[in-house]
C-alpha cells in the first residue's frame, strides 16, 4: 500500500514532442504529489507537484494530470527539449512527517 | 539561492568501519530526511527528524543507522558498521519551515562506496 508505480522506464522522445509519464498509487491517505527531475551525478530537484484537491496543474512546459478516482497521476512535458534529458521521479507524501514515497524512475532522452 | 550541501561527496571505506555523512539543511527548515539512492534504483526514504529527535524511519534504518543533529546548522547520518549492501548515495533533504508542507530539498548527494 505504500508504493508509488511509475511507467515507463525509460522513454526517448524527439525535440518538440510530448512526453508523458504514469504513475500510481495505492494509499488514498496520501496528499501530495510531487515530480522530481534527477539529473546525473545531482540530487533530486522539486519540478512540480499537486494535491489531490485540484485535477491539473500547470507550470510552464510541465503540467501534472491527477485522477483522484483512477489513483492515478502524470507528468506531461510539452515541446520537450534535449536540456529535459533527465530521470523523473514520481512520489507521494507518505507520512505526517513528510516522508517522500518514490516512483522507481524514468529515464527521459529527448533527441534533437 | 537556499541549498542543502553535503559532505564528503564521495568516501571510500572497508566494510566494518563507521561512516559519518555530514548535511547543512537549508537554515529555516525545521524537517530534516536521508533518502538513500542505490546505483539506478530509486529514492528511498530512511528516516525523518524533527524537533531534535527521529519522527519517522524505515526499515532500511535499522540499529547501524543512527542520525543527529549536534548543533544548530548539522545534521549527520551515522553508519556504525558498513556493510557492502551500504554502498549507495545518500541524500539529505529539508522542508517546511511553519508547517510541513511535503515540499523537499535534496543535497547534491554523498557516493558512499563500501569494499
Known amino acids: 500500500q505504500q508504493q508509488v508505480k511509475q511507467s515507463p522506464q525509460s522513454l526517448i522522445v524527439q525535440k518538440g514532442g510530448i512526453s508523458i509519464i504514469n504513475c500510481a498509487y495505492e494509499?488514498?491517505?496520501?496528499?501530495?504529489f510531487p515530480w522530481y527531475q534527477q539529473f546525473p551525478g545531482k540530487g533530486p530537484a522539486l519540478l512540480i507537484a499537486i494535491r489531490p484537491d485540484v485535477s491539473e496543474k500547470k507550470e510552464g512546459r510541465f503540467t501534472i494530470s491527477f485522477n483522484k478516482s483512477a489513483k492515478q497521476f502524470s507528468l506531461h512535458i510539452m515541446d520537450s527539449q534535449p536540456g529535459d534529458s533527465a530521470t523523473y521521479f514520481c512520489a507521494a507524501l507518505g507520512g505526517s512527517q513528510g516522508n517522500l514515497i518514490f516512483g522507481k524512475g524514468t529515464k527521459l532522452s529527448v533527441k534533437p | 539561492e537556499p541549498e542543502v550541501t553535503q559532505t564528503p561527496s564521495h568516501q571510500v571505506t572497508q566494510m566494518g568501519q563507521e561512516v559519518i555523512l555530514r548535511c547543512v539543511p537549508i537554515s529555516n527548515h525545521l524537517y530534516f530526511y536521508w533518502y538513500r539512492q542505490i546505483l539506478g534504483q530509486k529514492v528511498e526514504f530512511l528516516v525523518s527528524?524533527?524537533?531534535?529527535?527521529?519522527?519517522?524511519k524505515s526499515e532500511i534504518f535499522d540499529d547501524q543507522f543512527s542520525v543527529e543533529r549536534p548543533d544548530g546548522s548539522n545534521f549527520t547520518l551515522k553508519i556504525r558498521s558498513t556493510k557492502l549492501e551500504d554502498s549507495a548515495m545518500y541524500f539529505c533533504?529539508?522542508?517546511?519551515?511553519?508547517?510541513?508542507?511535503?515540499?523537499?530539498?535534496f543535497g547534491e548527494g554523498s557516493r558512499l562506496t563500501v569494499l
Open positions: 533533504a529539508s522542508g517546511g519551515t511553519a508547517r510541513n508542507t511535503g515540499e523537499l530539498f
Open positions: 494509499n488514498t491517505a496520501f496528499d501530495y
Open positions: 527528524f524533527y524537533n531534535n529527535e527521529i519522527s519517522e
